[in-house]
C-alpha cells in the first residue's frame, strides 16, 4: 500500500501529545489555577528539547489507538499543514493518519528544537518509508499541549523516483481510453461507474467555482437524457510528477461547449482533478441555467426507478446488513408511532416475514437542485396489509436514503404494521 509523504512524516509527529496533558510536571509550569500566566517563562534548551521528547516517545502508543478522537486532540482547530503539493487542514490530516496500517512503523531522529516562549518548533527526520529520511517542521502549543503548524522546508521537484513511473508512452493514446470511458460512464448517468473514473478527493474548478466530487457527479446524473455531453481530447501531455494532463473539450447539444484541463493518474488510473478553461469559455456562461431549464423530472424519475429495483433485491434479502447500506447514516425514519434511525430503521425491515411479498410503486419525484438530492413518495403495498405512501429523500451520488417518512397515518392501517 502506498503511502503519501505527507502521511508518513505526520505519522511520526503528530501523534505525540494525546497523553501528554496538564497533569504533566512540564505542563504545570505555564498553569496556574487552571489558567495560562501572563507570561510564559523560556525554558532551556535540554528542558524544551525534553518536552519534545516526550512527544516523540508517546508516538507509536497514539498512532496504535487508531481513536480519531485522540487523534483530533493533538491539533489546534486552525492547524494547516504546507506540503510540497498544497495544504491541508487539521480534518484532513486527522482523517490520513486514521486510515494508516496498524503495522507500520516508523523510525525518527530529532534534529533541532527552538523555544519561543508560548510555543516550541522543531525540525525531525523520518525513516523507513523509503530510500532516503524525510525531513519536516512542526510548532508546538506548550499550553494546549497542540500542534499549531506544519510544513515540509526543502521540497523536492517530484516525489516519485523515475524508477516508481509508468512507462511514458504516449499520452494522447492514454487519455483518449479516459475520455472514450466518461463518454460511456456519463451517457449511463450510474453512479458507481462514474465515481470510479475519479480520485476521491477530486475537485473541479470553474469560473470563479469550485466543486467537490459529490456535486460534480449530482451535476452529470441530473442532466436529462436526451442531452448527450461528449469529451473530446484535443492534447495531453506528462507532467513531472508522473501524471497526465489532458486538454478537453466538453460539447452539449444546443447550449454550446467548453474547454477544460483534467490531471490523470495512470498508476491509480482515476482524473485527480479538474479547471475550466475560463477564457475560451466564456459563452457558456448560461449553461448552467440552460440546464437547469431542460432538466426534466422524468430524469429524476429513471434515476429513483433505478435505485428501488436495487432496494427491492436488498429489502428481499431481510438482512439488516444489507439494508443498512442504503441507508444514509444519519438516516431517520418519521413514522406514526415513533422515529427510528438507521439502525432501527433496519431491524425494522428485516423483521418483516419472508412470506410478506413488497410491492412498490413510484408516485412523483422531484429534483432539488440546491442539495443535489432527490425527494420522491412511494407507495409500498403488502399482501396481508393495506399500501402505505411515504415520502423519502434520496441522494444519487451517495446512493442511500437521507431520510423518510409517512404521509398519512390512519390509526386503523398502521396497527398492526407498528
Not at 479538474?274 to 456562461?285: A, H, N, V
Request: charged residues 25%.
Amino acid at each position: 500500500m502506498r503511502t503519501t509523504h505527507l502521511i508518513l512524516l505526520l505519522l511520526s509527529f503528530l501523534g505525540l501529545s494525546s497523553s501528554f496533558g496538564p497533569d504533566d510536571p512540564e505542563v504545570q509550569l505555564y498553569m496556574e489555577h487552571g489558567s495560562p500566566k501572563s507570561s510564559l517563562r523560556q525554558l532551556g534548551p535540554n528542558d524544551a528539547r525534553s518536552v519534545v521528547e516526550k512527544f516523540l516517545a508517546r508516538m507509536t502508543s497514539s498512532i496504535e489507538s487508531k481513536d480519531t478522537s485522540i487523534i483530533d486532540g493533538l491539533f489546534q482547530p486552525g492547524f494547516i499543514f504546507k506540503g510540497c503539493k498544497g495544504s491541508y487542514t487539521k480534518q484532513q490530516v486527522v482523517g490520513m493518519i486514521s486510515r494508516i496500517p496498524a503495522a507500520t512503523r516508523i523510525d525518527f531522529v530529532l534534529k533541532t528544537v527552538e523555544d519561543f516562549g508560548e510555543s516550541i518548533k522543531y525540525t525531525v527526520t523520518v525513516s523507513g518509508f523509503g530510500e532516503s529520511p524525510l525531513e519536516a517542521e512542526f510548532t508546538l502549543n506548550k499550553i494546549d499541549q497542540q500542534l499549531q503548524s506544519g510544513s515540509i522546508p526543502k521540497c523536492k521537484k517530484s516525489f516519485i523516483r523515475r524508477s516508481q513511473l509508468p512507462v511514458r508512452h504516449d499520452p494522447n493514446h492514454t487519455f483518449r481510453n479516459i475520455v472514450r470511458r466518461l463518454n460511456i460512464v456519463i451517457a449511463s448517468r450510474d453512479t458507481t461507474s462514474i465515481s470510479k473514473l475519479f480520485d476521491k478527493n477530486f475537485e473541479f474548478t470553474s469560473c470563479p467555482q469550485v466543486y467537490n466530487l459529490a456535486r460534480f457527479i449530482v451535476d452529470i446524473i441530473n442532466l436529462p437524457y436526451n442531452i448527450e455531453v461528449t469529451y473530446k481530447l484535443i492534447h495531453s501531455k506528462w507532467t513531472e510528477e508522473g501524471f497526465i494532463e489532458g486538454y478537453v473539450s466538453i460539447n452539449i447539444p444546443k447550449i454550446g461547449s467548453l474547454h477544460a484541463t483534467f490531471v490523470y493518474n495512470p498508476e491509480r488510473k482515476v482524473l485527480m482533478s479538474g479547471k475550466k478553461d475560463c477564457e475560451t469559455s466564456r459563452k457558456f456562461g448560461g449553461s448552467k441555467r440552460a440546464l437547469l431549464a431542460n432538466r426534466k423530472e422524468t430524469n429524476s424519475t429513471k434515476i429513483v426507478e433505478r435505485f428501488l429495483d436495487s432496494l427491492k433485491e436488498i429489502v428481499e434479502t431481510r438482512d439488516p446488513g444489507n439494508i443498512g447500506t442504503i441507508l444514509d447514516d444519519e438516516f431517520l425514519f418519521r413514522g406514526c408511532r415513533g422515529h427510528y434511525n438507521k439502525n432501527e430503521a433496519s431491524k425494522k425491515i428485516s423483521s418483516i416475514p419472508v412470506e410478506e411479498f413488497l410491492e412498490f410503486e413510484l408516485k412523483s419525484t422531484k429534483y432539488n437542485s440546491e442539495k443535489g438530492q432527490i425527494e420522491f413518495i412511494l407507495s409500498v403495498s403488502f399482501l396481508s396489509k393495506n399500501p402505505i405512501e411515504a415520502e423519502f429523500v434520496y441522494c444519487p451520488y451517495k446512493n442511500v436514503l437521507k431520510s423518510g417518512k409517512i404521509l398519512r397515518c390512519p390509526a386503523e392501517r398502521f396497527q398492526k404494521l407498528n
